[in-house]
């Protein structure tokens, strides 16, 4: 698999309460780091926020730096067109072969979007090779 076969995703930990969210995007814009983007989810303590951007390891030194748990990891993102079904046939694939789908998000763009998917690393060559097989073409971070 080559760097072009998938994205770099970078997770942020951080604390459930008011003004973190801020701190990091301050961070970032300071730098002129870019995000393409941005989920967060959270649980009772801290949050995960994950981001795609250009600058991937800058940003990431940029918030280890300044205090941040951060990490990379590698996440599918396939093109996709505004119609019904889209998302269906791409989870049909992964669950016909039995791969689970840990959590997923989009990125929208003027007419069509891309999922994103991330799936255990274990199975990841497998699932790139199965979107393939069914005509999906998975994108690298130069696409986006």
Do not use: C, H, P
């Amino acid at each position: 698999m080559n760097k072009t076969d998938y994205l770099e995703q970078l997770s942020i930990f951080i604390e459930n309460r008011v003004g973190e969210l801020y701190s990091i995007t301050s961070l970032l814009q300071k730098e002129g780091i870019s995000l393409l983007s941005i989920s967060l989810s959270d649980s009772s303590e801290f949050g995960i926020l994950r981001l795609l951007t250009k600058e991937t390891e800058k940003a990431k030194n940029l918030l280890i730096k300044n205090g941040f748990m951060a990490q990379t990891n590698k996440v599918i993102g396939v093109r996709i067109t505004n119609q019904v079904g889209s998302f269906n046939n791409v989870v049909k694939i992964f669950n016909k072969a039995n791969i689970d789908i840990r959590y997923t998000y989009t990125v929208n763009e003027k007419n069509d979007g891309i999922f994103v998917f991330k799936i255990n690393d274990d199975k990841f060559d497998e699932a790139t090779k199965l979107l393939e097989l069914n005509g999906i073409k998975t994108l690298g971070l130069e696409e986006l």
